[in-house]
């Protein structure tokens, strides 16, 4: 016998990959130049040099055991430590190697958080869509339930009424994800403070926290001066999620940490000690060494991603679906874009995209039907040859 859940998680298809795959089919009939593929988040901007340097520097001047060998399960003491230190002096906080779990990327920093969280089968989540498809697998593999608000669109904020009546004896936390993907929409600070005082409320109505689980990839992908609020800041139960998959164009190397900030409800040595367990249980120990010894120097030297590529393909494709008379989610941060459907139907909009060999990806993966997300973490090529196609694509929308 086989855990039908496990299979299922296995066999059942992701949208985004099959139509990535669809993508590189074409590309082998019609030629790569003429298939226009928004659909996976692979970022497009290369690795900073300092990365690559690091890593030719680790590997030249340190003992193999120091650079290959296993670290602690939290991690490497000197990693965590300038981790803690890099978040100080940004968000002017008191934070130490404590506080910082590693772990393989955001996936399992969330699906650690889910998992430490859970209590039994009646445990909850709440997600606000649309929202990263993989958080249904994520708490489903801790046994919890993911409920689903949506977004007051189209600002993409929170509705609170629906997460209001959402929210019950069982709810264990919610989980934001700002800047977001897929909306490239940033959680307004009026929001989090509201966020924060709902939850106090509901914390003591129901006698146990209701913590924040913050899926933090792309922080520092915002545009135009926004600020992201630094949610600690404003609930003290809350748990970060990061991952340098985006902001050090690194998602290959599997590497980011969960923060388990202080002061929590429950005791942040407790949180701590569950997300290790959780960590422990899913095989989530020991992070990745060679990463850990760059993110130590990348966080000692505060390396920050070049967004100048990001914003010149923002720009152009905006720019140019707006004239069109697309209209599309404010994308202040992240690197994709979400489009209206002209036509009032994703599904529909995506395929007539696919039969002009343009990749992009229908909102009901997202569990946000009647918009569709561009990643723009493309060449400008790719971004000139579509908007022709997508002129195409309104006329016929409107036919
Ligand atoms: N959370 C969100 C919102 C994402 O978009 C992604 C990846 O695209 C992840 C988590 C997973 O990130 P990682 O590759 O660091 O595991």
């Known amino acids: 016998m086989i855990s039908e859940k496990m299979k ?38 290369p690795a900073p040099a300092f990365v690559n340097e690091a890593i030719r520097d680790i590997i030249n001047t340190m003992h193999s055991k120091a650079v290959h060998g296993y670290t602690s399960g939290a991690g490497d003491n000197g990693c965590r430590q300038a981790i803690a230190e890099d978040l100080n002096q940004r968000f002017g906080t008191c934070y130490s190697k404590d506080n910082i779990y590693m772990v393989n990327g955001a996936a399992t920093a969330i699906t650690c958080c889910f998992k430490a969280l ?21 708490s489903g ?30 709810t264990q936390g919610i989980i934001i994800n700002s800047p977001n993907n897929p909306s490239g929409g940033v959680l307004w600070e009026e929001t989090i403070e509201r966020l924060a005082g709902l939850l106090t409320e509901k914390s003591a109505e129901y006698g146990h926290p209701i913590y924040i689980i913050s899926d933090e990839p792309y922080r520092e992908l915002v545009y135009d001066g926004y600020e992201v609020p630094f949610i600690p800041k404003y609930y003290k139960d809350t748990l970060v999620g990061y991952s340098y998959s985006k902001s050090l164009s690194l998602p290959g190397e599997r590497i980011g940490y969960v923060l388990v900030p202080d ?15 959780a960590g422990r249980a899913l095989g ?16 000692q030297q505060h390396v920050m991603p070049d ?52 990749i992009i990806v229908p909102g009901e993966v997202f569990h946000c039907p009647g918009y569709l997300r561009l990643s723009y973490c493309v060449d400008r090529e790719t971004i000139e040859k579509s908007l022709p196609r997508f002129a195409e694509l309104m006329k016929e929308a409107k036919q």
């Open 8 to 45: 299922f998680y296995g066999n059942a298809p992701s949208v985004i990959r099959e139509l990535f795959e669809y993508g590189k089919m074409r590309a082998g009939i019609v030629g790569a130049q003429n298939v226009c593929d928004y659909s996976l988040g692979n970022p497009s901007v």
């Open 307 to 358: 967004l100048e590529p990001y914003i010149e393909n923002r720009k152009l494709l905006c720019e140019g679906l707006k004239a069109m008379g697309y209209e599309y989610c404010d994308p202040r941060g992240t690197f994709y874009l979400f489009l209206k459907a002209p036509n009032g139907d994703s599904e529909k909009f995506a395929e007539m995209a696919k039969a002009r060999d343009v």
């Open 263 to 277: 002061g929590m409800t429950d005791g942040t040595d407790n949180v701590f000690f569950a997300v290790a367990g």
């Open 284 to 299: 989530a120990v020991c992070a990745p060494s060679l990463m850990q010894r760059v993110i130590e120097r990348c966080a």
């Open 141 to 170: 593999i801790s046994g919890a339930k993911l409920r689903s608000v949506s977004a007051d669109i189209p600002d993409f904020q929170i509705r609170f009424d629906e997460l209001e009546s959402a929210i019950n004896g069982n």
């Open 118 to 138: 859970t209590i039994d089968e009646t445990s909850e989540f709440i997600a606000i869509a649309p929202y990263f498809p993989e958080y249904d697998v994520f």
